[in-house]
């Protein structure tokens, strides 16, 4: 079993929809949890990190973290074309492990 | 601000050959992490530092090695260079006491031939 596990994409939304990214992780030490976007090759950006159960919001993004369930996930409210890239979920313990990446892409 | 720097950017080998990557972190971030993301795939993590120690390792081959140097820039040494190794490799940084969040330098593409 992989450390960090993501839905397998890839995903594709209509614009204006929602678009929902779910990844679960073995390490139930795991600390932090972060959402990175990637578009094709360049490097990883931030999207969100979340260290809590519950829900955190920043503008269109909803993070949302369950340990016990070992489950945290990303919603993107009114998708547009310019969030099309792959998703990475990253957990932290000691070190940051990737999963493998959910391929999004909004359609106009 | 300044971001995490990698050089070179590009770099074409042939088979057999060594390559050396770089990277300079942000300024006071003590922890380096490299990563190798080959077409199509997620990043995977080889190995980190931190403060000039090696903290963790991943899949990184015996053929690769690395080190942190006192100035916390760090470099990646590839020897005996494969078809496979081709990827983009990252490194990343990030500082003790932050939010855990890495800081990607723009990546290193490393063609073999």
């Known amino acids: 079993q992989k450390e960090v596990e993501q839905n397998s994409g890839p995903l594709s939304v209509p614009e204006g929809a929602i678009a929902s990214l779910n990844c679960t992780y073995s390490?139930?030490?795991?600390?932090?949890f972060f959402w990175y976007r990637q578009y094709s090759g360049k490097s990883p950006e931030l999207i969100m990190f979340?260290?809590?159960?519950g829900d955190k919001e920043d503008g269109r993004f909803t993070a949302q973290l369950n340990k016990a369930s070992q489950y945290v996930s990303l919603l993107i409210r009114d998708s547009q074309p310019s969030d099309s890239a792959t998703y990475l979920c990253?957990?932290?313990?000691?070190?940051?492990?990737f999963g493998a990446g959910t391929r999004l892409t909004v359609k106009p | 601000a300044a971001g995490v720097i990698q050089s070179p950017r590009h770099l074409i080998k042939e088979k057999r050959e060594t390559a050396t990557l770089k990277c300079y972190p942000i300024?006071?971030?003590?922890?380096v992490y490299w990563y190798q993301q080959g077409p199509g795939q997620d990043p995977q993590f080889l190995i980190s530092?931190?403060?000039?120690?090696?903290?963790d390792k991943g899949s990184i081959p015996d053929r690769f090695s690395a080190q942190q140097f006192s100035d916390y820039h760090s470099e990646l040494n590839m020897s005996s260079l494969e078809l496979g190794d081709s990827a983009l490799y990252f490194c990343?940084?990030?500082?003790?006491?932050?939010?855990?969040?890495?800081?990607f330098g723009e990546g290193s593409r490393l063609t073999v031939l």
């Open positions: 530092f931190y403060e000039k120690m090696q903290s």
């Open positions: 990343a940084s990030r500082g003790t006491g932050d939010t855990g969040e890495l800081f």
């Open positions: 990253a957990v932290n313990r000691d070190d940051m492990r």
């Open positions: 979340i260290y809590s159960n």
């Open positions: 390490d139930r030490g795991s600390q932090s």
């Open positions: 300024p006071r971030h003590d922890t």
